[in-house]
């Protein structure tokens, strides 16, 4: 309760609304944008965004089917907004995430037959430490040898993909043609919000997690300090942090965020840890942090919208017969416009002028 009361007074001291206005300000005008683009290419517009509508919040199906593509992505975006406000461009989470979701599974498997009570959390937690300790890499080589963590990311998660894949398929994979793990059993399975449905109560961890986020870089010494790195590393150190050890610990917290994200994927909906089995979530987790302004809160909302956009995509693909690129364009514009602010703020500055010039 306590931390639920401490979420509500963080929403009611959001500072950023007005940003939170600009951003749904670039929404708009990126799915304008986007319905030029589906006219152009000789879609029917009004067909287009009844699908995307309807296969996103249009029944209790679709509103599951975009829970559970939000889930992981407010991990994924939690974890890179971590990196951003400690100054690092965590672009990894992806291969975190899949460090993350082996580990769970090979765990998974060990701790089957314990009490769910602890089974459970245990294995999320080695999730979480997976995915940490692949963070740690990155972070190391940036505090002790100045590696671009920019570089060192993206080829880790070249690494971590072909790395889960080779240990599945050497090590752990079960007969058959699919490169997977063998199932889960249901006491390390993270149940459905309602028996027999779609979305998994990992949206409830995910939101804790969002909470706690918060709590961590707006209420401790840690976060505080974590954030001063980021603004300047020289300051910081000349206040006494040491800038080398909050940027190691920022890409291990940064990576247990995304291990969990893999984690919470094959305990719940997947049941197991299949190759290849992330569409990108970790690089929308990007897109995600950038939108939400790297605010742990608005993450959750920018999760949403993407999630609300990957289920509602699939259905216009399936029914209105328009390319999935079409949705990638359309996330691209929503980046493109969020992430300059001051195209928006020209816009009003220019209707203010323009009203200003008529009244005299």
Same mark, same amino acid.
């Given at each position: 309760m306590k931390l639920l009361k401490k979420l509500i007074e963080a929403i009611k001291a959001f500072? &950023?609304? @007005?940003?939170? $206005?600009y951003s749904l300000v670039a929404i708009i005008i990126a799915l304008i944008l986007g319905a030029v683009f589906i006219i152009a290419f000789g879609y029917d517009v009004r067909v287009a965004f009844f699908h995307l509508y309807n296969g996103s919040f249009g029944s209790l199906y &679709?509103? @599951?089917?975009? $829970?559970?593509?939000t889930t992981p992505l407010i991990f994924a975006g939690l974890?890179?907004?971590?990196?951003?406000?400690?100054g690092l461009f965590n672009i990894g989470v992806e291969g975190q995430l899949y460090w993350g979701a082996l580990a769970s599974a090979v765990v998974g498997l060990r701790v089957g037959s314990w009490p769910m009570a602890i089974a459970l959390p245990v294995t999320l937690l080695v999730g979480a430490i997976a995915g940490g300790i692949w963070g740690f890499i990155p972070g190391?080589?940036?505090?002790?040898?100045?590696a671009h963590e920019v570089i060192t990311?993206?080829?880790?998660n070249e690494i971590a993909i072909l790395g889960t894949t080779f240990m599945t398929v050497n090590y752990f994979k079960v007969a058959g043609p699919v490169d997977q793990t063998a199932r889960l059993a249901e006491t390390v399975r993270i149940p459905p919000i309602v028996p027999g449905g779609d979305i998994s109560s990992g949206i409830i961890i995910a939101i804790i997690i969002v909470g706690l986020t918060y709590f961590l870089l707006n209420k401790t010494s840690l976060?505080?300090?974590l954030q001063t790195v980021g603004n300047s590393p020289k300051a910081a150190e000349y206040g006494g942090i040491k800038s080398s050890r909050m940027t190691i610990l920022a890409m291990v917290i940064s990576g247990s965020v995304a291990g969990l994200a893999g984690s919470t994927i094959i305990m719940g909906r997947l049941g197991r840890f299949v190759t290849n089995f992330s569409p990108g979530y970790g690089f929308t987790g990007i897109a995600v942090a950038?939108?939400?302004?790297?605010?742990?809160?608005?993450?959750?909302?920018?999760?949403?919208?993407?999630?609300?956009?990957e289920a509602g995509g699939m259905t216009m693909q399936l029914f209105a017969r328009i390319p999935n690129d079409l949705i990638g364009i359309i996330q691209g514009l929503v980046i493109l416009f969020v992430a300059a602010p001051g195209f928006i703020r020209l816009l009003t500055?220019?209707?203010?002028?323009?009203?200003?010039?008529e009244r005299t």
């Open positions: 500072e &950023s609304w @007005s940003s939170l $206005l &679709s509103l @599951s089917q975009t $829970l559970f593509q974890a890179v907004a971590i990196g951003f406000k400690s190391l080589l940036k505090a002790k040898t100045g990311t993206i080829m880790l976060g505080y300090d950038v939108l939400a302004r790297n605010n742990p809160i608005a993450v959750l909302l920018a999760a949403l919208l993407f999630g609300a956009l500055k220019f209707k203010t002028r323009k009203e200003a010039g």
